[in-house]
Each structure stands twice: as C-alpha cells, then as structure tokens.
C-alpha cells in the first residue's frame, strides 16, 4: 500500500510564504510525475504545478513567478514553496504522484489528504 502524506500548511498573512512538503512511503517501485493540486471553497480541484522525475516544471498561470514545486527522487519527497501569498491562495492543496507500486505493473494517481492553507490578515 501507498501513502502520500501532506504537510507545512497553515495561516499566513498576505505577502507572506509556506512551504509545504509531500512524503510517499509503501511498496513503491517507481515513481514518475508528482504534482500539488488546490481546491477552494465552492471550487473544483485545479493543478498547482507538476515536476517529472527528470526536473522538468509545469505551473499554472495563477501561481508563475510566485510558487516553485521541486522534488527530492531518493527520498520520495515532493515540496511546494509559495511566496508572496495571496488571499485567492486559500484552498486545501493536494499532494499527486503517478507511481507504480512494487505488487503492480499498472501506474496509477495517488493522492494525499490534503492540508489547509489560509491567507489572511
């Protein structure tokens, strides 16, 4: 079985930074694309940023310039630093990975939890 594990979230003031960190751990035998997600109140779900298992980066718009996504192979560790927050930040940002588990040939997306982040003053 596969985990993905959030953390780092909380309340910050706008203009402020967080930095949040995504651990996998299980029977994993390989994995490929990670990436956050956020979903705020009334909204669906949308992509944050992505990063491959080479280094290559994909940001929303939204997030350009202010967000930075990288990602640690050995310790199957995925991190999000966001700078310059602003109050349309607030939303629950989900951890994505795309893995293949050590009992199965099939790749499949796993998600975290989630963890909160809040801007506001």
């Known amino acids: 079985q596969v985990h993905l594990v959030e953390s780092g979230g909380g309340l910050v003031q706008p203009g402020g930074s967080l930095r949040l960190s995504c651990a996998a751990s299980?029977?994993?035998?390989?994995?490929?694309?990670m990436g956050w997600y956020r979903q705020a109140p009334g909204k669906q779900r949308e992509l944050v940023a992505t990063?491959?298992?080479?280094?290559?980066?994909n940001d929303a718009d939204s997030v350009k310039g202010r967000f930075t996504i990288s990602r640690d192979n050995a310790k199957k560790m995925v991190y999000l630093r966001m700078n310059s927050l602003k109050s349309e930040d607030t939303a629950v940002y989900y951890c994505?990975?795309?893995?293949?588990?050590?009992?199965?040939?099939?790749?499949?997306?796993?998600w975290g939890q989630g963890t909160q982040v809040t801007v506001s003053s």
């Open positions: 994505n990975a795309a893995l293949r588990s050590v009992a199965d040939t099939t790749i499949v997306d796993d």
């Open positions: 299980g029977s994993i035998f390989s994995i490929y694309t």
């Open positions: 990063i491959t298992s080479g280094g290559s980066t």
